[in-house]
């Protein structure tokens, strides 16, 4: 039998920060203050259709994940 969901109480539901999960010195942070990936947005823009199709992913997002991918040694997109 299919029940129906029970709603979220305020017991149940944590705010989490992602700024108080790392660290200040955290080499993510380092690269976020020193590189714009702005670039990226522009470098791929003509390969995407600007009228038509679903919408695309952000290409700075996920940019981004391939390089932590890399950077922390997660060998599987998957498990990214």
């Known amino acids: 039998m299919l029940k129906k969901p029970t709603p979220a109480t305020p017991e149940k539901i ?3 920060s992602l700024d108080a999960l790392v660290p200040q010195n955290h080499l993510v942070r380092k690269i976020a203050k020193v590189i714009d990936f702005e670039f ?3 470098a791929v823009a003509p390969l995407y259709c600007p009228n038509n199709g679903r919408p695309a992913e952000d290409p700075v997002r996920l940019f981004k994940i391939m390089l932590l991918g890399y950077l922390f040694g997660i060998p599987s997109e998957r498990r990214l």
Do not use: D, L
């Open 14 to 16: 944590e705010q989490i």
């Open 40 to 42: 990226i947005r522009e």
